[in-house]
């Protein structure tokens, strides 16, 4: 079972990436996934999570409006787009699974089993 970050960077203020958590030795299709991050000092935060059958979707306040969830399980992959990022965005970008998707409870990271390594995202001028 492995998670793959990518697509991280370093970008403007106001400019965009997509991130892709990439799953090998297991099929995504019936895992919720989470994106967190973690910027220096500060503890993990949930950003977003996509459920596994209905494919809703949750988000940080801090967020909301410029950030987009989606998932692709014909490839196994799910897609965080990030627009209009800020500087307060910087941060390295994790995502990570569960079988079992609270609503209320998404942005716990004890709540999920397995992560990836994590990608760096830099928002800088």
């Known amino acids: 079972v492995q998670l793959v970050e990518s697509g991280g960077g370093l970008v403007q203020p106001g400019g965009s990436l997509r991130l892709s958590c990439a799953a090998s030795g297991f099929t995504l299709d019936y895992y919720a996934i989470g994106w967190f991050r973690q910027a220096p000092g500060k503890e993990r935060e949930g950003v977003s999570c996509?459920?596994?059958?209905?494919?809703?979707?949750y988000y940080v306040d801090s967020v909301k409006g410029r950030f987009t969830i989606s998932r692709d399980n014909a490839k196994n992959t799910v897609y965080l787009q990030m627009n209009s990022l800020k500087p307060e965005d910087t941060a390295v970008y994790y995502c990570?699974?569960?079988?079992?998707?609270?609503?209320?409870?998404?942005?716990?990271?004890?709540?999920?089993?397995?992560w990836g390594q994590g990608t760096q995202v830099t928002v800088s001028s």
């Open positions: 996509i459920s596994s059958v209905r494919g809703s979707t």
């Open positions: 990570a699974t569960t079988p079992h998707l609270d609503g209320s409870s998404w942005y716990i990271t004890t709540e999920y089993d397995y």
